[in-house]
């Protein structure tokens, strides 16, 4: 089975026009030596149906968030992609395109991308956001690498270690070739101690990285890293959660310098962990040490007004090595599923939804640490997730108990937390029904909490967020 | 046709109060007072666009009939392989047992997905012949910055400490952009007039310090370097790596492998060879193979098989760690594996041959209307140049042409790309295209050459937008839409 066009008939006439006897011949340019003699040892091509059978049944030996509860969290959610996502970013016109690179037939994709980039930057109050990055974490490494190129010091960079682990690990990956010092803040209680950071920062500092709402979900200390960082001459980067926003104040109400996010809970499916969106914004003043690609504004010809590939002189393509990133792609599909998604929340959609985290998470908690089985490991706030330590400590016999019941409990922090290796992180997002948050208790819990049913009488929603108009 | 009311931008279509998509108060009872502290609540929400769900609709519906795509029109722009991407491969990757799955699931929860994935690692390693195979890298330059860190792992392990990075002018400016990413120096050198490595200029700048030599085979000219072999014998010989740049590994699938042919580390670019969509700029993925030395370097994790279970091994001492979060572009895998399945061995080489008969037969009809500097015969792609146009007084006779061929309905060649060649353009046909679209695009651009100049310089004519002015846009960047 294959996609080609040309019949045996088609293949001779157009070697007649080249001037050749045989397919072979075009290879001729080849040594002989380095031809291969035998076919390649895969399967046999499969048709459409045999294909479709095949991925059936390999997609069947899965678990997923359709046939199980999934409170797993940890940068990737499972929160709701309405139809309109999945119609819109399905068309061929938008996803069988690439780069703009002749405008005049890319003014679909171009004028996405600089919504998208208007979009980031009303959610998180920046001043400019490129047109995407890769993912989540090496978005927070290139971020990294601006405030080390922006502020001229490259000794020491410093985050916690309530910042995404995996990110942390890009971080450390994409700064090994540079050797610089990579400091990590501890948490002991689930967040940094306010004055943590400023002891962390030095004259050579070139910037912190905080995550707020951290991989525990609970808040950083946003005012004190910001005041820590800019004392010292230091950027603040902060990793944010987009569906916070609805809710938390945005990145750039705190005054940091570059936000940077992983962007798949804004309308892209978990599809085991990618293709993802990386988001980044920064203040004015950094614009041109931006990574990847940017939309801007000009007129045509007539003055239309129209959208173009722009500051293209930072990009690997023009400025070869002395490019400010290699980054030769952005992750268009991603990005529009985003612009779409943020499009149909809107303000109060957005509001909803986090409210529905805040809330639900909240019930969550509160319903397994009733019985004394699992304690909340800490004290703080949090958003949307939470980390609870199993009081016996057999925290895998619980999770494989709920698994059974097509469970995905929650996320065992101990392969990059050892202390921690009796706590689960679990996520809660508007997706998990008061019903799947009880059955999730349930059977976390065994038999003993079936006693534990609870009264949901009245609006318990009015009174606990602290202010919730426009 | 055009609806310019529903392409206003998003935020002129906003009205106080309109709704799309509504999520219901919370049906839970909790008993925490204070769930979030006031210092950290939001005044109000972000300042999004309030519209309708018809409003989106419409809106995004339209825009996409603003772009030109593979579904819609052909593509011959070189180097990017926009070859038709099959639908079969958007359902069957849109499965929920692959797209509705957790990347922190338990193994034994999706033994279908990483039985998938490593049954692709091997079908990589038997089409590259190189046994070691990382999936993690998120594009073709984010694995060549992965296997560049690798090179820097294996000759530290080595105790050897190597500076360089080699690539030709003609490659790509991923090449020593990665390079300087992964603390190298990037050293260029030159190609021959017809386009190969200068083989005394490779000699010139070989030393002990070379760590490794980036090539692009077939290059970026479409050419396949003959004296491959000898390059890369001659980069071993002081202990160098060779990195085969996968751009172009459409033109031989089946036919040679980049083992054999002496490279060490490669990329592939699935959205490219294996059809995964190009998404308007993205995503795509750039899974890397390397020799069997070479694999204890690889990121973590990748997936392995014991005893009939699939698993994400982590324990890899020696690993340069991750380059990214989560496991890979997963989405972009999968179709890259329906794409292999559906081929085959058989098919995969007649992938290769038909895409290097489409450009052959393409430039055999194209090579009297405007100079092929590199000879009358290519692999998958080939460059022309419209330099003599600048005789006839085209100051940018490739863009001209270009624009031009938009309004016949083609999608433009790469331009002014590699830089080698002036006034250059670059046309991949790949394989999905008829000859009968090959044959229109040839008539088109024989008639475009003999218009009038000015049609040329002020093409296009019938899209959308005539040309931008570029100038302005970088002069004072408008990056984002404000009220006024």
Redesign the interface.
């Known amino acids: 089975m294959s996609y080609w066009s040309n019949t045996a008939e088609d293949q001779r006439a157009m070697l007649e026009v080249i001037g050749l006897e045989s397919i072979d011949a075009l290879f001729d340019v080849i040594p002989q030596q380095l031809k291969r003699k035998t076919p390649l040892a895969i399967r046999p091509g499969m048709t459409e149906l045999e294909l479709s059978q095949h991925m059936q049944a390999l997609a069947d030996r899965n678990r997923h968030t359709a046939n199980s509860l999934c409170f797993l969290g940890g940068g990737a959610y499972d929160h709701f992609v309405p139809a309109v996502v999945d119609a819109l970013a399905s068309r061929g016109e938008f996803y069988t395109s690439y780069t703009p690179y002749q405008p005049e037939v890319s003014q679909g994709n171009l004028q996405a991308m600089f919504e998208y980039q208007t979009l980031i930057c009303q959610l998180t109050g920046m001043d400019v956001s490129n047109a995407s990055l890769y993912d989540g974490a090496s978005a927070a490494a290139e971020a990294v690498l601006m405030a080390i190129n922006a502020t001229g010091r490259s000794r020491r960079v410093v985050t916690a270690s309530s910042v995404h682990p995996e990110y942390r690990q890009v971080l450390a990956t994409y700064l090994a070739p540079l050797g610089v010092e990579l400091c990590t803040v501890p948490a002991p209680q689930g967040q940094v101690a306010a004055e943590a950071w400023e002891a962390a920062v030095d004259p050579e500092t070139a910037c912190l990285l905080v995550q707020h709402p951290n991989f525990f979900g609970y808040l950083e200390q946003m005012p004190a890293a910001v005041e820590a960082a800019h004392k010292a001459g230091a950027l603040c980067i902060q990793v944010f959660d987009p569906i916070s926003l609805g809710l938390l104040r945005r990145p750039g109400d705190f005054d940091v310098d570059i936000a940077v996010a992983e962007g798949q809970c804004l309308g892209t499916p978990l599809q085991f962990g990618g293709p993802y969106l990386g988001i980044l914004a920064c203040r004015e003043s950094l614009v041109r040490r931006l990574p990847g690609r940017l939309a801007g504004q000009t007129v045509d010809r007539l003055g239309r007004r129209c959208w173009v590939l722009t500051l293209q002189t930072r990009e690997q393509h023009i400025r070869r090595e002395k490019a400010t990133s290699n980054i030769c792609t952005n992750q268009g599909l991603l990005a529009l599923r985003a612009a779409i998604y943020l499009a149909l929340l809107g303000p109060m959609g957005l509001r909803e939804v986090a409210t529905q985290c805040l809330y639900k998470s909240h019930y969550a908690l509160e319903r397994l640490t009733e019985s004394k089985q699992f304690r909340p490991a800490f004290s703080g706030h949090f958003f949307k997730e939470f980390v609870v330590r199993a009081a016996d400590g057999k925290l895998d016999e619980r999770l494989k108990e709920a698994e059974k019941q097509n469970i995905l409990a929650g996320l065992p922090l101990g392969r990059w937390y050892p202390e921690l290796s009796d706590c689960m992180l679990v996520c809660v997002t508007e997706n998990r029904t008061r019903a799947d948050i009880d059955a999730w208790a349930e059977s976390l819990l065994g038999a003993q909490a079936g006693t534990h049913a609870r009264s949901t009488a009245g609006d318990p929603v009015a009174s606990k967020i602290v202010r919730t108009g426009r | 046709m055009r609806n310019e009311q529903a ?1 206003a ?3 002129e279509l906003s009205r106080p109060g ?34 309708s ?1 018809s409003d ?2 419409r ?3 339209n ?10 029109h052909f ?1 011959p ?1 070189g180097s ?1 392989t ?5 639908k ?1 491969n ?17 193994d ?6 990483l ?2 994935l490593f049954e692709l690692q091997e ?1 990589l390693a ?2 590259s012949g190189l046994p070691g195979v990382s999936l993690q890298p ?5 694995g ?2 992965t296997a560049l ?1 690798v090179a ?1 792992a294996y000759f530290r392990h080595r105790g050897e400490r190597r500076t360089k990075v080699l690539s030709p002018d003609s490659a ?3 090449n ?9 120096t ?1 050293v260029t050198v030159r190609s021959t007039p017809s386009g190969f490595v200068d083989l005394d200029d490779l000699r010139r700048q070989l030393d002990g310090q070379v760590a490794v030599l980036m090539i692009t085979n077939p290059n970026t000219l479409g ?2 370097d ?1 004296h ?2 000898t390059i890369a014998d001659l980069v071993h010989d002081v202990g160098g790596l060779v990195y085969l740049d996968g751009a172009n590994m459409n033109a ?1 699938l ?4 980049p083992a ?2 002496g490279a060490d580390m490669m990329h592939f670019n699935p959205h490219k060879t294996f ?1 995964g ?9 750039g899974p890397i193979c390397v020799r069997s030395d070479l694999e204890p370097f690889l ?1 973590v994790p990748v997936v392995a098989r014991r005893n009939g279970h699939y698993f994400l091994d ?1 324990h890899r001492p020696e690993s ?13 895998l999968l179709r890259a594996y ?1 794409y ?12 290769a ?2 895409a ?3 450009a ?2 393409l430039l ?2 194209l090579k009297r209307l405007l100079a092929c500097p590199q000879g009358d ?1 290519c ?1 998958h792609e080939f460059v022309l140049t419209a330099e003599p146009l600048r005789r006839r007084g085209l100051k940018q006779p490739a863009r001209d042409i ?2 031009r061929l ?1 309004d016949y309905g083609f ?2 060649p ?1 331009v002014y ?1 590699p830089l080698t060649v002036p006034e250059a353009l670059m046309i991949e046909p790949t ?5 009968e ?1 090959l044959d229109a695009f040839a008539d088109a651009l024989e008639k475009i050459l003999q218009e009038p100049l000015d049609l040329l310089q ?1 093409a ?1 004519h019938s ?8 100038v ?3 002069r004072n ?5 404000t009220p006024d």
């Open positions: 392409t931008l998003l935020f309109r709704r799309a998509v509504r999520f219901a108060a919370p049906d839970v009872a909790v008993q925490t007072t204070e769930l979030l502290p006031e210092w950290a609540l939001a005044d109000k929400p972000p300042p999004l666009p309030e519209v769900e989106v609709v809106h995004f519906t825009l996409s009939a603003r772009n030109m795509s593979v579904d819609s593509y722009l990017c926009m070859k038709y991407n099959p079969r958007e359902r069957l990757a849109s499965l929920p047992g692959f797209s509705q799955v957790h990347p922190y699931q338990p034994s929860t999706v033994q279908g997905l039985a998938c079908m038997e089409i998120a594009a073709g330059a984010h060549e910055l860190l820097a790509h400016g991923t020593p952009a990665s390079a300087r990413m992964a603390g190298f990037a050419l396949f003959p491959i072999r031989v089946g036919i040679t492998r054999d042919c059809s969509p190009h998404g308007g700029g993205g995503p795509g993925a990121p982590y340069i760690g991750r380059v990214r979060a989560f496991f890979g572009n997963v989405g972009v329906c292999l399945l559906t081929h085959g061995p058989d098919g995969l080489r007649k992938v041959e038909n290097v008969l489409n052959n037969y055999a009809r015969r692999m270009a624009k938009l999608h433009a790469t790309f394989e999905t295209e008829s000859k679209t002020e296009p899209t959308p937008i005539s040309r931008p002015d570029e302005q846009a970088a960047p408008k990056l984002r839409w």
